[in-house]
């Protein structure tokens, strides 16, 4: 698992991390993929020669472009995100095994292909949605991919000795140790908070640490077969007394050779024998390449000895990783599934003591889970300037009906705006999983004001984009214009990042503002619809967001045409319940043929300028669309609900020979060079193949066809691919064949159009930081066209940002431009002038005000576009604030009294019961809760606010057959106390 595969190397959000290439970590990016360009691939612009497949996007530390990276490993290495998604799936399907009553122990846990699907479905049905839940263990994924990237610990960026900490190198344990406590408190507070996305992300860089601890100490090779049950566990610093003296010696020299070309020539089977360490527990020492010269490995210390471990030579020479099942990177390759198997149940254990501190309930929310298996949110943003009477009034009917249906929603998103002159002008963002809460914020909205006619359209968007589930389509009412459409590249890099669909229900004339044609845009680039209808019509419109809620569709089809009429097939698997197809234009009239021919009976809601059609249980096979429309221009969308589905990351590689790694691609793709692209497919169990990708124009029709590869298998839900990426729009189409032998095809929701500009993220100090704090992020700007002004621009959605830096590489300005941000504004921006091929460094500042709330995922997008709007490009990076505090201080638990069993025969102990009364109290940063893990022990005791200092009395109550009682407490930043009380059993009769 010490390879990072590629899809949790995509750090996502558009965007990747490299500070320092750490090629030679144990847990190293390598990809699972070729990347091998098309055989004779040609540039999309006849004018431009493609550019060599080399990316020169990282900084150089000696690593070597994706063409030198050499084959990679494919022999069942297990990496970080391989164990975070085992781990998070073993745990999750244990949960719903001992919650749900229809399930038996196992049952979930040993089904033949474990994914977040078959899971879900296992438990819910096959209508269920793994979407939410797959994105969920995505963010966890990534977070812990990111440790390779960068790292930071009491506040020093890439010292030696912390990094060791963090990778348990080097002996480093009470580092290591220190740094689990200090993300552990951070994730609680964020939990406390209600911040699951934040905890996630700490959650991750846990997970990362926790599992070095097994590659790269030599804890499996003293013989445990069980988690060391210390680690990253407040108060427990026992094992520390164990770890190996600064001058003991730990390994011998590995046998024959220091020839690490071939594995036959060197042996270290034997180099840390427990003989050695007199039992001691130690970890291999690591100096890289780039290491000072005055950093040495004490005599007689074990290496980690990965082939660019500098120490590796030195006595002891060789080394002891177990990091993957290559014995030329890891000298104890034949530990690996030992290591790995080890890693996978401590974080299985981590992930158990979160259930056990914040209660199912939350729990469930920490995987963006419920009782029930919804893939998405309802999201409405709702103008409420004074001539929307109507359109407030359609939308309160339709939330009704959709609140009263069965099918609902994970949960629900209201965003009102109106004009700038109201206060306030746009949100706040209602979010709740609470119907009747929705309801009663739609009660709340009144027509009012709106003097001119564009109103703060995008700023409503942008709050939606940022707080509904990724994928989930959103829903825009009004009858006028924007007129903050200086927020369009900001609006486009949201909807790339978040993959929304925007559906505008516009009852004006013609949109008004400084770019009446920017809801269409939105709407096409998103993969939505502009609605153009009247006000009398719009509640009959509305059955489009019923249709969709609660069940997460895939695309199967879109198209749009100038022509007045189009015929469309597409094709119908076995796993597809349902269709809704959709058409807009003047007049639209449809033909719709089943795959026998025959035309098939449908459910038509049918406007002057929208037609909308459900079809319930299709056939499977080809389907006909025979679409007809009284005037050019329009479009015809074809959507489903179904299992399989994919998303997509860009990609660039990096790394020395066998030690590659993969990293998403700021925003959009660059024009004439070489993409790569991850593909994480969902719902495999229901696949017999991918066959390949298919880049279609938005007229619908194929530019493009590319090969795929399949990933390792722990990772065979990813597939990669290399193209050069056409000049005109496109979407991906996913082609394969399902469990029964039918052809499917799925498109992403968004259209991708390469840039010749693009953002590379130079060095990101770290994306959690403290209130009062600073933390920075640097990219460089690159220019690939034709010389242009461009408008840099960079905003927020919590009021974190400071400071932008701009600066043109190689040109020395008068005056480098600094601008402040004041706390009345979330926004700065700088024009600059860039030649061809010409840089400017571009610096963001964060920093969160004191008062700033812990837990908070602030998201701040990065964007440049020329001065036409034609050409821009966008990096979107999230900032976690987290509480600068250390408790690690257990909660106290005083045993007041116990009855007992004496009296009561054991035939008859379910007759009677006893109890224990304990006062239960926290002296730092106050109780959290008070839990028993028995699941027959009733516990009562008074209500109490989290992080209450005051002592709580609790009787917990049980059957004589339970013989003792255990009452956990815990603390608010997860500091664990657990007492009880055991009595002797009754007489035998």
């Known amino acids: 698992w010490i390879v990072v595969n590629m899809s949790a190397a995509l750090l996502g959000l558009g965007m990747y991390f490299m500070l320092y290439c750490r090629p030679t970590d144990a847990f190293m990016p390598n990809p699972v993929f070729s990347f091998r360009p098309p055989i004779n691939a040609l540039s999309s612009d006849p004018d431009l020669d493609p550019i060599d497949p080399v990316d020169d996007?990282?900084?150089?530390?000696g690593g070597l472009d994706s063409a030198q990276c050499g084959a990679p490993l494919r022999d069942g290495s297990w990496t970080h995100q391989d164990i975070v998604r085992r781990a998070c799936l073993n745990v999750v399907a244990k949960f719903y095994e001992e919650t749900m009553p229809q399930l038996t122990p196992g049952s979930v846990q040993s089904l033949p292909r474990l994914t977040p699907s078959s899971l879900l479905r296992a438990v819910f049905g096959p209508q269920a949605s793994s979407s939410k839940f797959e994105q969920a263990i995505k963010e966890i994924e990534r977070a812990a991919a990111r440790m390779d990237l960068f790292y930071e610990v009491n506040g020093t960026l890439n010292e030696a000795a912390n990094v060791a900490g963090v990778?348990?190198?080097?002996?480093?344990?009470?580092?290591?140790?220190?740094?689990?406590?200090?993300l552990r408190r951070q994730m609680f507070s964020a939990l406390q908070q209600g911040s699951e996305s934040a905890a996630r992300e700490l959650a991750g860089r846990f997970m990362f640490s926790l599992q070095d601890f097994y590659a790269h100490s030599n804890y499996v090779e003293l013989g445990n077969s069980q988690p060391l049950e210390g680690l990253g566990i407040p108060g427990s610093t026992e094992f520390l007394e164990t770890v190996a003296g600064k001058f003991t010696a730990t390994c011998s020299d590995c046998v024959s050779s220091t020839d690490t070309s071939d594995c036959s020539l060197t042996s270290c089977i034997q180099n840390a024998d427990p003989s050695i360490t007199s039992k001691k527990l130690t970890s291999g020492y690591m100096i890289y390449p780039t290491d000072k010269g005055d950093r040495e490995k004490p005599k007689g210390k074990c290496s980690h000895g990965d082939p660019v471990d500098k120490s590796r030579v030195r006595p002891a020479t060789g080394g002891i990783n177990k990091s993957t099942k290559d014995c030329v990177k890891s000298p104890h390759y034949y530990l690996h599934v030992e290591a790995a198997q080890l890693a996978i149940n401590a974080t299985e254990n981590f992930l158990q003591s979160i259930r056990d501190v914040i209660g199912d309930d939350k729990f469930l929310q920490f995987f963006s889970l419920g009782k029930t298996a919804r893939g998405s949110s309802l999201c409405f943003v709702v103008d409420q300037s004074g001539s929307m009477g109507d359109e407030i009034a359609a939308v309160r009917e339709r939330a009704k009906q959709i609140i009263e249906s069965s099918v609902t929603p994970y949960n629900y998103v209201l965003v009102q705006y109106s004009d700038d002159d109201q206060d306030p002008a746009y949100g706040p963002a209602i979010v709740t999983q609470d119907p009747q809460s929705f309801l009663s914020e739609i009660d709340k909205l009144k027509a009012t004001g709106g003097g001119d006619c564009p109103e703060m359209a995008m700023h409503g968007l942008q709050l939606a984009l940022i707080n509904c589930l990724p994928g989930s389509p959103i829903y825009v009412?009004?009858?006028?214009?924007?007129?903050?459409?200086?927020?369009?590249?900001?609006?486009f890099s949201l909807i790339d990042t978040r993959r929304s669909q925007v559906n505008f229900f516009f009852t004006g004339r013609t949109p008004c503002g400084p770019d009446p044609n920017l809801f269409s845009s939105i709407a096409t680039r998103s993969g939505g619809q502009f609605l153009d209808i009247t006000k009398s019509t719009v509640a009959s419109a509305t059955t489009i967001t019923q249709s969709s809620s609660g069940q997460t569709?895939?695309?199967?089809?879109?198209?749009?045409?100038e022509d007045s009429s189009n015929t469309y097939n597409f094709h119908v698997d076995c796993t597809i319940t349902g269709l809704t197809i959709s058409l807009s234009g003047n007049s639209p009239h449809a033909q719709i043929l089943q795959p026998n021919g025959t035309e098939v009976a449908s459910d038509r809601v049918s406007l002057s300028n929208v037609l909308l059609i459900t079809i319930p249980s299709p056939a499977e096979g080809i389907w006909t669309v025979k679409a007809s429309f009284s005037q050019p221009n329009n479009s015809v969308i074809v959507k489903a609900f179904s299992n399989i589905d994919f998303s997509y990351d860009f990609v660039t590689v990096r790394g020395r020979p066998g030690h590659c790694g993969a990293f998403p691609v700021s925003g959009q793709p660059e024009a004439v060079k070489l993409s790569k692209v991850v593909f994480s497919v969902r719902g495999l169990e229901d696949i017999s193949s991918v066959d390949g990708i298919d880049l279609v124009n938005v007229a619908g029709d194929v530019t493009t066809t590319v090969d795929v590869e399949n990933g390792t298998v722990?990772?065979?839900?990813l597939y990669g691919a290399a193209f050069f990426p056409p000049k005109d729009q496109f979407r991906f189409r996913l082609?394969?064949?399902?469990?029964?032998?039918?052809?499917f095809d799925r498109l992403s929701t968004t259209t991708i159009q390469a840039q010749t500009i693009s953002f590379v993220a130079k060095k990101i100090t770290d994306t959690v930081v403290s209130p009062g704090k600073v933390t920075n992020a640097t990219y460089e700007l690159h220019n690939n066209g034709e010389t242009n002004d461009f408008v840099v621009d960079v905003q927020d959605d919590s009021g974190t940002l400071e400071s932008l830096h701009v600066e043109i590489v190689d040109v020395v300005p008068d005056d480098p431009f600094v601008d402040r941000l004041s706390r009345a504004s979330s926004r700065l921006t700088k024009t600059v002038t860039l030649k061809r091929n010409q840089k400017a460094i571009v610096t963001v500042t964060f920093a969160p005000p004191e008062e700033t709330?812990?837990?908070?995922v602030n998201t701040a997008t990065l964007t440049a576009t020329s001065q036409d709007g034609e050409t821009f490009n966008y990096a979107v990076l999230q900032v976690v604030v987290v509480p600068e505090l250390k408790d690690e201080t257990r909660p106290t638990c005083s045993i007041l009294s116990h009855t007992n069993c004496h009296s009561v025969p054991t035939p008859s102990c379910s007759e009677k019961t006893w109890n224990v009364t304990a006062r239960i109290q926290d002296a730092g940063v106050g109780l959290q809760t008070i839990r028993s893990r028995q699941s027959d022990v009733k516990i009562s005791h008074p209500a109490f606010d989290s992080g209450t200092n005051d002592s709580i009395d609790v009787v917990a109550t049980t059957s004589c057959c339970q013989l003792s009682i255990d009452l956990q407490s815990s603390d608010v930043v997860g500091n664990i106390h657990t007492c009880g009380v055991e009595i002797p059993p009754g007489p035998p009769c």
Do not use: M, W
């Open 167 to 182: 990778h348990f190198d080097d002996e480093q344990f009470d580092l290591g140790q220190q740094y689990l406590l200090q």
């Open 735 to 743: 082609r394969g064949h399902d469990r029964c032998g039918y052809q």
């Open 477 to 491: 009412f009004t009858d006028a214009g924007p007129k903050d459409n200086r927020l369009k590249a900001t609006i």
């Open 553 to 561: 569709q895939v695309v199967v089809l879109t198209a749009s045409s």
């Open 57 to 61: 996007s990282l900084p150089d530390n």
């Open 853 to 856: 709330k812990i837990g908070s």
């Open 714 to 717: 722990h990772s065979a839900h």
